[in-house]
């Protein structure tokens, strides 16, 4: 920056700027920065939350399913099973059919899990569906 002296009347000497001060521009930009780098970890929380939450989704209908499969093919109630093993997997059974008879049946889960982190306007809950069963039932 370029200064240039004026002396006033009074003999004092003053010094004037010609060009504009641009002193905090560089805080004001790492803020920006700041602000974007932040808004992009809170973004990758979310979608890791609803990743995580997928799996968890898939892999408690998947061991409902064959916990109800196991007691269908033992002649107890599949779905009661299932249900009893979603809980230990903290997740809920939203949907539970056995289709078949003893020999040959197929027990169909779908498990609903909690996501870890709410955010409004988007779901809360992910679902996820699983077969398991002696044989493939047409």
């Known amino acids: 920056m370029s200064d ?3 002396v006033r009347s009074s003999g004092e000497v003053r010094a004037v700027r010609t ?3 641009e002193r905090g521009s560089g805080s004001m930009l790492m803020i920006g920065v700041c602000v974007v780098v932040m ?3 809170y973004t990758a929380m979310i979608i890791c939350g609803y990743v995580i939450a997928g799996h968890r989704a898939r892999s408690a209908a998947d061991l409902a399913a064959l916990s109800g499969a196991t ?3 033992q002649g107890g109630d599949p ?3 299932a249900r009893r093993n979603a809980r230990a997997h903290l997740a809920r059974i939203s949907s539970c059919e056995r289709v078949g ?3 040959d049946y197929v ?3 779908t498990a609903t899990v909690s996501t870890l982190v709410h955010t409004p306007g988007l779901p809360t809950q992910v679902s996820a ?3 398991a069963g002696s044989e493939e039932v047409r």
């Open 129 to 131: 569906t699983a077969h």
């Open 79 to 81: 779905c009661a099973s």
């Open 107 to 109: 027990v169909t889960v």
């Open 19 to 21: 060009q504009p001060d």
């Open 39 to 41: 808004m992009l970890g």
């Open 101 to 103: 008879d003893q020999i």
């Open 71 to 73: 007691t269908a093919g």
């Open 4 to 6: 240039r002296a004026t």
